[in-house]
């Protein structure tokens, strides 16, 4: 059982906007603002998408987004394109310089 | 380039020990945390453990604390991951990732992984 709960799956058509949460405690989530996401193609290496809640790294496209409210993180796809179905996972600092990951979302490109 | 390259598939029966590595290039290796994170055959990332170069500083996740073994040699730049008697449930594809850490609450803590090894795909079977 993941520390971090996610919808197992979410969806959206192309030009849409989706939603995934990542729900937590206040040990974690609610309680740092280091929370980040990655993404992970069938098949490949997980790729960071979101840091400490909403930054984004270099090379990532703006249409990806991250927020926080209370023990509740989200991540936000935009302008949806068939390459972002793939699997999406939160992380959340726990302290103790522990950051478990979220049980993962499988989000589907209608 | 800033890389981790990590070590080819292994075959292992139950009860056989097993070193995996990650070698890091591109970047100054004692400056940055590596982690190694667990992902079962249809299923999700687990964290396993993290490991600070420079002065080999260890934490693993209380899931994985006394099943395996994390360390690092610093003069050849490489992590590692080991076991020392496998299990059929070990079987999985195991990464390797370079952490990000930050001074939280007055220590410093991992928050993220920036750069991916490739997987090292283990399976245990008799």
């Known amino acids: 059982q993941s520390a971090l709960t996610q919808p197992p799956s979410a969806s959206g058509s192309p030009g849409q906007s989706v939603t995934i949460s990542c729900t937590g405690t206040n040990s974690d989530v609610g309680g740092y603002n280091y929370v980040s996401w990655y993404q992970q193609h069938p098949g490949k290496a997980p790729k960071l998408m979101i840091y400490e809640v909403s930054k984004r790294p270099s090379g990532v496209p703006d249409r990806f987004s991250g927020s926080k409210s209370g023990n509740t993180a989200s991540l936000t796809v935009s302008g949806l394109q068939a390459e972002d179905e793939a699997d999406y996972y939160c992380s959340s600092y726990a302290g103790s310089n522990y950051s478990p990951f979220g049980g993962g979302t499988k989000l589907t490109v209608l | 380039e800033v890389q981790l390259v990590q070590s080819g598939a292994e075959v292992k029966k139950p009860g056989e020990s097993l070193k995996i590595s990650c070698k890091g290039s591109g970047y100054r290796f004692t400056t940055y945390w590596i982690g190694w994170v667990r992902q079962m055959p249809g299923k999700g990332l687990e964290w396993m453990g993290i490991i600070y170069p420079s002065d080999s500083d260890t934490r693993y996740s209380p899931s994985f604390q006394g099943q395996v073994t994390i360390s690092a040699d610093k003069s050849i730049t490489t992590a590692y991951l080991q076991w020392s008697s496998l299990k059929a449930s070990d079987t999985a594809m195991y990464y390797c990732?370079?952490?990000?850490?930050?001074?939280?609450?007055?220590?410093?803590?991992?928050?993220?992984?920036?750069?991916w090894g490739q997987g090292t795909m283990v399976t245990v079977s008799s």
């Open positions: 990732a370079r952490g990000w850490a930050a001074v939280i609450s007055a220590t410093w803590g991992v928050h993220a992984f920036d750069i």
